[in-house]
């Protein structure tokens, strides 16, 4: 079992930036994918920026040239890095950790982002 711990989220005003961090309970390196996703109030569930194992990226249009997701396999740590913040960015957002053989999915709990006008 795959446990994923979400930190970093919290207030911010518009056009500032947070770190999000997905720690893992064991090895990342064995996952294909992790990626983040967020969730807004009333809205469905998103992604919002995936790396492969590879090391390759990919960004909802929306985030793009602002949001950089990154990978660190000795922390066992993803992060998402959070520029230039809008109010639209507003949501819970959540970790997870795509395993295609054997085929697994993992969730965290999620952490609060929320982006002041």
């Known amino acids: 079992q795959v446990q994923l711990v979400e930190s970093g989220g919290g207030l911010v005003q518009a056009g500032g930036s947070l770190r999000l961090s997905c720690a893992a309970s064991q090895s990342i390196f064995t996952m294909n994918a992790m990626g983040w996703y967020r969730q807004a109030p009333g809205k469905q569930r998103e992604l919002v920026a995936v790396i492969t194992s590879g090391g390759n990226t990919n960004y909802v249009d929306s985030v793009k040239g602002r949001f950089t997701i990154s990978r660190d396999n000795a922390k066992n740590t993803v992060y998402l890095q959070m520029n230039s913040l809008k109010p639209e960015d507003t949501a819970v957002y959540y970790c997870?950790?795509?395993?295609?053989?054997?085929?697994?999915?993992?969730w965290g709990q999620g952490t609060q982002v929320t982006v002041s006008s």
């Open positions: 997870k950790a795509d395993s295609f053989s054997p085929r697994r999915t993992y």
